[in-house]
């Protein structure tokens, strides 16, 4: 016997997140460029002696930035993945669920073969 049930995933709302988790991440990338372009700009001339704690707290933020765009991107993937998976079932629910009602036609013809004079 067939799953009879649908599988249960909502391909609208795992494509929306996919393309927001991927829209942020290329969003904290562009910006991570920008900040280092005017880093960079800003202190090209100057010295002193907060200057190594800004170059350090700036590694800090453009590194963890770095990481969340990675994880954005993963995750992204992640649920792209799942939406395959799921049509990929769906599609071989649907498969087993024509070839049990086909086999049940096959069956019904035999027994009216089988059963006429």
């Keep these: 016997m067939p799953n009879w049930n649908d599988v249960r995933w909502d391909w609208g709302a795992a494509d929306d997140a996919a393309n927001t988790l991927r829209r942020i991440a290329n969003e ?7 900040r280092g372009d005017k880093a960079v700009f800003v202190l090209s001339g100057s010295a002193g002696p907060y200057q190594s704690v800004f170059f350090e707290d700036f590694d800090t933020i453009q590194n963890t ?6 994880d954005c991107h993963a995750l ?7 939406s395959e998976e799921a049509r990929e079932e769906q599609q071989q629910r649907e498969r087993e669920r024509e070839r049990w009602k086909r086999r049940q036609r096959e069956k019904e013809r035999e027994r009216a073969e089988d059963s006429s004079p």
């Design 28 to 34: 904290l990338s562009e910006l991570r460029g920008q």
């Design 65 to 70: 930035s770095a990481g969340l765009s990675n």
């Design 76 to 82: 992204a993937n992640r649920i792209s993945r799942l």
